[in-house]
């Protein structure tokens, strides 16, 4: 991730709009597509794994698959008010000693972490110019799932997001939206092991669960 994506990163998921999202989540609970994530990992039987969240954001995927039975987990954020808000949670609900958090660009760290039983990236590729880098060292530390929700291959969700990349750039923001190709994301995970399990989708994202 180049410093520039960082520094948006930062700026874009303030403690402000951090703050706000884990109150709804604690009033809510998950958002539509990471529930529809949620409850396609507890399809499988989770209890007694473990689990890396990468860009996990408050946390809501790590919180709900402890409930599940997961065990330990492994979260991996850029964003420091992100991380911060996901370790106050776990803190609030006893689960905090169970976490081992880490701040930065996965791909950056990645040589220094453990594989997990399941790997999730609830809307991270699409926040990454590096889809393949991202997507293969990720998938290789998944022993048994790894779960996805990333914007479908449409022309209404390209056309979105370029407009969305106009607005940061009149802003003046560095933050950068992606659009990565369905298939070749398909293509790196066949070629890594997974086997797509699980397919739902909104008008916006696809949610996507693979299997060893």
Known sequence: MNCGQCQGIEELFSQRYVAKELSRYRAKGPDRTTRMLIEAINEEDVDGL??????????????????????????????????????????VRGLAEHVSYHHGNFVDLAADIAPADIVTLDRVICCYHDME??????????????????????????????????????????????SHATKSVETILSSNGLKRRSYRQTLAWQVVVYSR
């Open 50 to 91: 473990t689990l890396l969240d990468i860009g996990g954001g408050v946390g809501s995927i790590q919180h709900e698959l402890f409930e599940a039975g997961v065990q330990e987990v492994t979260s991996v954020e850029a964003s420091t008010a992100y991380l911060n808000a996901a370790r106050a949670e776990a803190q």
């Open 133 to 178: 880098k991202l997507v293969v060292l990720s998938a290789a530390r998944a022993r048994k799932l790894y779960g996805l929700v990333y914007p479908r291959d449409t022309w209404w969700m390209k056309i979105g997001l370029a407009f969305e990349n106009l607005s940061f750039r009149l802003r003046r923001s560095p933050f950068r939206t992606y």
